[in-house]
C-alpha cells in the first residue's frame, strides 16, 4: 500500500494538479454527451477495425503463402477492404462529433470570458493593458480551440488505437509483448520530463503573444501621438524587440518538441530489435509462426505513429495549460460589485441623489473620499469643482456604481444604490464624459447605443436639443454617416454633442457630466454650454467642471478638497466667502488671489 501510495503522490497527483484546467474545460462538455458518447462509440469501433490490417497479414504468410490457398486471400483481401471502409466511416464520424463538441465549448469559453471582461471592476481593468484582455479572448481560447478541436480528439483515438494494437499483440503472444513494452516506460519517463519543460515554454510563448499584441495595439490606438512625435520608428523597434522575444520563445518550443519525437523514435526501433531477436528465436523454436511474427513487427511499426502522436499531443496538451490558467484566471477574478438576490427596480425614477456619510479607497489606506455627504434633489443642478485628484470624477463612479463605497450608502430615491437591478438603474441615467468615445458605426447608431428600439423621430429630437441635428442633416447621409473608429472622422466638439445626444435620447431622470468641455476651446464650449443647458432642464444633473465658468448658473456648488466638502453655496455666495472657491476662480481669470 505505501509504495501505491508513494506512485499516487509523486506521479499521479502532480498530473492531476498540471492537468486541473483541463478538468475544468471537461466541465463544460456536459450539456453535449448526447454528441459525446456516439463519438466515444464510433471512436472504438474505429481503433478496433485497425487491427484488421495487421491480423490478415499473419492469415496471408501462414494460410496463403505457406499453403498456397489462394482462395483465402480473396477472403482475406475482401475482409480488409471492407473493413477499411467501415473505418472509414466510423472516424469521420468521430472527427465530426469531437471537433463539434470541441468548437462548442470553445464558444461557451469565449462567450464567457468576454462577458466576464465585460462585467470586471475597472480596477482590475486599469491595473492591465487592454492589449492583454484581447490576447486571452483571442490567442489564448484559439489555443485551446485548437486542443479541444483537434488535439483532444487524436488523443483519445490514438490511445484507443494502441489499447486495441495492444490487445491484438497480447493474443498473438503475451509473453513477448511484456518483453517488448518493458522499453515503455522509458517513452513515458521522456514524456513526464519534456512535457514539463513544454508546460514552461508554452507558458513563456503565451505570454509573449499578449504582450506582441499589447504593444502593437498601444501603437495603434495612439497613431496620431505617434507620428506627431516623429516616433515611428521607436515603435519599431519595441515591436520588433517584443517579436524577437515571441519567436525564441517559439524557437524554443520546437527544439523541445523535436528532442521529444527523436527519444521517441529511439525507443520504437529498440522495440523492433528486441521484437526481431526474440521472436525470431520463438519462431525457430516454433513457439511462434512466420505469421506471427510479421504480424508483431508491423503492430510494433503500427504503435509506433499513435505513441508519437500520444507523446506529441501531451506535449501540446502541457503547453497549452498556460492557456487555460490565463483564460480561468479571468473567469475567477472575483466579482467586486456583488448583485442583491432581490433587487429593486425603479419603474418610475424621480432623480434624488443621497450620499451619506461615504468614504471610498481605490488602494486601502488611501483615501479618496472621506465621511462626504451631500443631497440632490429631483431636477436640482449640482456643479462639483475642485483641483485634480480632489475625487470629482470618483463621485460620478459611483453614481454610476462602477465601485461600491468603502464606508456609507448612496440612496437613489431612498434606496440603497446596492439594492437595486443595477442594469435598468444606469438606463435611466445620461452620462457624458470628458472623452466622448463613439462606437464604430452610424451618427443614428451612436446616439441610440444601447436602445435598439429608439425611433428614428426620438433621435433627431434628441439631436435637436444638443444642437447637432443642423449639422448632420447638412452631410450627404445625414444620420446614417459613419462615424469611423472612435468618432475620428468627427471634430471634438462634433463628437461632444453627439454625446450629449446620446445621454439625453433615454429621457435620463439623473443626468451626469463630467468635464464635458474641458478639452474643447473656449468658442465651441460656449455652443456646447447651451446645448448642455437645455439637456439639463427638468433633470437632476451633476456637473464635474474644469472651467468654472460653465457652472455659474448652477442651483448648487460644491467644492471638493482631499475627498471632502470644504464649501457650498451659489457662485455669488462662494466668491463672497473668498476661500477655496475664491481661489480657483481667481487663478483662472488670471488674478491674484486677495
Given amino acids: 500500500m505505501k509504495f501505491f501510495s508513494s506512485v499516487m503522490d509523486k506521479k499521479i497527483k502532480p498530473y492531476l494538479v498540471a492537468f486541473r484546467p483541463y478538468l475544468r474545460v471537461l466541465a463544460y462538455c456536459r450539456p453535449y454527451v448526447s454528441r459525446l458518447v456516439p463519438a466515444f462509440v464510433c471512436m472504438w469501433i474505429a481503433s478496433a477495425l485497425e487491427v484488421v490490417p495487421m491480423m ?20 482475406i483481401v475482401s475482409g480488409v477492404l471492407a473493413a477499411t471502409i467501415i473505418k472509414v466511416v466510423f472516424v469521420y464520424l468521430n472527427t465530426y462529433l469531437m471537433t463539434w463538441v470541441g468548437n462548442r465549448v470553445v464558444l461557451d469559453i469565449r462567450l464567457q470570458l468576454y462577458d466576464k471582461t465585460q462585467k470586471l471592476s475597472l480596477r482590475v481593468l486599469y491595473k492591465r493593458r487592454i492589449g492583454e484582455f484581447i490576447s486571452r479572448i483571442t490567442n489564448d481560447v484559439s489555443t485551446l480551440q485548437g486542443i479541444l478541436a483537434q488535439v ?15 490487445g491484438a499483440m497480447i493474443y498473438l503472444n503475451w509473453k513477448l509483448t511484456i518483453i517488448s513494452s518493458m522499453i515503455i516506460p522509458i517513452a513515458f519517463l521522456a514524456m513526464d520530463r519534456v512535457g514539463a519543460r513544454l508546460r514552461f515554454v508554452g507558458s513563456m510563448i503565451q505570454e509573449q503573444l499578449a504582450q ?10 495612439a497613431i496620431r501621438i505617434v507620428r506627431a512625435f516623429a516616433t515611428e520608428k521607436v515603435e519599431f523597434e519595441r515591436f520588433a524587440e517584443q517579436n524577437q522575444g515571441f519567436f525564441k520563445a517559439t524557437i524554443k518550443g520546437a527544439q523541445t518538441r523535436g528532442m521529444l519525437d527523436g527519444i521517441l523514435e529511439f525507443v520504437q526501433y529498440v522495440a523492433l ?34 505513441l508519437q502522436i500520444i507523446s506529441r499531443t501531451v506535449a501540446q496538451l502541457r503547453g497549452g495549460i498556460a492557456s487555460a490558467e490565463r483564460v480561468f484566471e479571468i473567469l475567477d477574478e472575483p466579482d467586486e460589485i456583488k448583485m442583491s438576490d432581490n433587487p429593486i427596480t425603479l419603474s418610475r425614477m424621480k432623480g434624488e441623489i443621497e450620499f451619506d456619510d461615504v468614504s471610498f479607497e481605490y488602494e486601502p489606506g488611501i483615501p479618496v473620499l472621506q465621511r462626504l455627504s451631500m443631497r440632490a434633489s429631483p431636477g436640482e443642478r449640482i456643479a462639483i469643482v475642485g483641483i485634480t485628484g480632489a475625487g470629482k470624477s470618483t463621485i460620478v463612479d459611483l453614481i454610476l456604481r462602477f465601485y461600491d463605497p468603502t464606508e456609507g450608502r448612496i440612496l437613489i430615491d431612498g434606496i440603497d444604490l446596492r439594492e437595486l437591478e443595477i442594469y435598468g438603474f444606469r438606463r435611466k441615467i445620461g452620462f457624458v464624459p470628458q472623452d466622448p468615445v463613439l462606437m464604430k458605426g452610424t451618427i443614428a447608431d451612436n446616439i441610440s447605443y444601447g436602445l435598439p428600439e429608439c425611433s428614428m423621430e426620438k433621435i433627431i429630437e434628441s439631436a435637436k436639443t444638443a444642437g447637432i441635428h443642423d449639422f448632420i442633416s447638412s452631410m450627404p447621409l445625414q444620420y446614417d454617416t459613419e462615424v469611423g473608429e472612435r468618432g475620428i472622422t468627427l471634430s471634438g466638439g462634433q463628437r461632444q454633442r453627439v454625446a450629449i445626444a446620446r445621454a439625453i435620447v433615454r429621457d435620463p431622470a439623473i443626468l451626469l457630466m463630467d468635464e464635458a468641455t474641458s478639452s474643447l476651446d473656449s468658442m465651441v464650449e460656449s455652443q456646447i454650454q447651451g446645448a448642455m443647458n437645455e439637456a439639463m432642464k427638468g433633470r437632476t444633473s451633476l456637473v464635474i467642471a474644469h472651467r468654472l465658468s460653465t457652472i455659474r448658473d448652477s442651483d448648487r456648488i460644491l467644492v471638493i478638497s482631499e475627498g471632502r466638502i470644504v ?6 455666495e462662494l466668491l463672497k466667502l473668498r476661500g477655496h472657491y475664491h481661489n480657483l476662480h481667481s487663478l483662472q481669470a488670471g488674478s491674484k488671489v486677495a
Fill in 567 to 572: 464649501e457650498e453655496g451659489s457662485h455669488a
Fill in 273 to 306: 530489435v528486441i521484437v526481431l531477436m526474440i521472436g525470431g528465436y520463438f519462431v525457430t523454436t516454433k513457439q511462434f509462426t512466420s505469421g506471427d511474427l510479421m504480424a508483431f513487427c508491423i503492430a510494433i511499426g503500427t504503435l509506433a505513429r499513435p
Fill in 212 to 221: 506582441l499584441s499589447a504593444v502593437a495595439l498601444e501603437a495603434m490606438s
Fill in 56 to 75: 490478415s497479414v499473419k492469415y496471408v504468410v501462414d494460410e496463403v503463402l505457406n499453403k498456397s490457398d489462394f482462395a483465402v486471400m480473396y477472403l
Fill in 152 to 166: 483532444a480528439m487524436d488523443l483519445f483515438l490514438k490511445i484507443a488505437n494502441v489499447i486495441m494494437m495492444l
